[in-house]
């Protein structure tokens, strides 16, 4: 409700222009992407590391929110070679419940540890992103997201509340929960 259901994305050709820009320009020699759907869709991102790696860029690159089930091995080695050093990738819950009925984000638990194992053997530096304080999420579920997390494998775990914004999904369930009184 907040963003809308489409992913609009830039160009990789109008994000190879702009990267060239501010090479050239402002001698940058390292960036971050900092979008949540820059490597959703594996054709593109295929296509955005080919082109950096064909432009030879040679710029050290960060990204924040990174979608894992995107990642596979051909990915991460155009990744390693187009000048990836971080990956922050967007767990969210050690929960199958909270991922499946709340999130609604699909993760499998099992798999994650694998792909982490993957990105790693390519020296590539994770970090991994969860969320707790969901509606309906019981203590248990809490600790269970915190003992996944200290398993997983991730060099650096960031833990963050959820915050159930008015017009979203989440605030209608935490109002229905009780945990929202009165007025928005």
Known sequence: KLSGKKIRLRSAENVIKEL??????????????????????KSRTKELLQMMIDHKLNLRWKATGVFLPTLDEEIIKL????????????VESGTEKIL??????????????????????????VTANFVIGFPNETWN?????????????????????????????????AKKAGCIVGDE
Request: glycine share 6%; charged share 30%; with cysteine.
């Open 100 to 125: 499946k009925e709340v999130i609604r984000k699909p993760i499998d638990l099992n798999v994650v540890p694998e792909k982490i194992a993957l990105i790693k053997k390519y020296g590539i530096f």
């Open 79 to 90: 990744m390693v070679e187009s000048g990836c050093e971080m990956l922050n990738i967007a």
């Open 141 to 173: 579920e809490i600790m269970q997201t915190i003992r996944y997390a200290d398993t997983c494998g991730a060099d650096y775990v960031k833990f963050f509340l959820a915050i159930p914004l008015p017009g979203t999904r989440m605030y209608d369930m």
């Open 20 to 41: 060239e820009f501010l090479k050239k320009k402002y001698g940058i020699k390292a960036y971050h992407f900092e979008d949540d759907n820059s490597f959703f869709y």
